[in-house]
C-alpha cells in the first residue's frame, strides 16, 4: 500500500512560478513510476508528466513540455513538479499518482494505470 500527500498548491499571476511535492509512504518507492495529472474545472483528468522509478526517464504531456520539470529523490520517497511560466489554461487540481510495485518506467500516461492517489492540490493562475 502506498499513500501519498501533495503540497505546495496556491495562487500565482500568470508567468510565475510554483513547485509541487508529492511525500509518498512505504519502502520500495523506487520500484513505482510517479505521475503527475490535473483537473480543471469541469473537465476530466489529464495526464501532465510521469518519471521513472530511478529518476532516469520523464514524459510530459504537450501542454506542458518545456515549462514544467517532474522529479523524484528516492531517499527521502518524494516526488516533485516545478511549474514555470505558468499560464491560465494551467489552473487545476494536482494529482500525484504511483502506478503499481514493479511498473517503474515512464511510459504510463493514462489513469488506469495508476494504483494510488493523493488528495490533491489546488493551483490557480491568474490572468
Known amino acids: 500500500q502506498v499513500q501519498l500527500v501533495e503540497s505546495g498548491g496556491g495562487v500565482v499571476q500568470a508567468g510565475g512560478s510554483l513547485r509541487l511535492s508529492c511525500a509518498a509512504s512505504g519502502r520500495t518507492f523506487s520500484n513505482y513510476a510517479m505521475g503527475w495529472f490535473r483537473q480543471a474545472p469541469g473537465k476530466g483528468r489529464e495526464f501532465v508528466a510521469v518519471i521513472s522509478g530511478n529518476g532516469g526517464s520523464t514524459r510530459y504531456a504537450d501542454s506542458v513540455n518545456g515549462r514544467f520539470t517532474i522529479s523524484r529523490d528516492n531517499a527521502k520517497n518524494t516526488v516533485a513538479l516545478q511549474m514555470n511560466s505558468l499560464k491560465p489554461e494551467d489552473t487545476a487540481v494536482y494529482y500525484c499518482?504511483?502506478?503499481?510495485?514493479?511498473?517503474?518506467?515512464?511510459?504510463?500516461?493514462?489513469?488506469?494505470?495508476?494504483?494510488?492517489w493523493g488528495q490533491g492540490t489546488q493551483v490557480t493562475v491568474s490572468s
Open positions: 499518482a504511483a502506478t503499481g510495485y514493479g511498473r517503474s518506467w515512464s511510459r504510463y500516461i493514462h489513469e488506469y494505470e495508476y494504483n494510488y
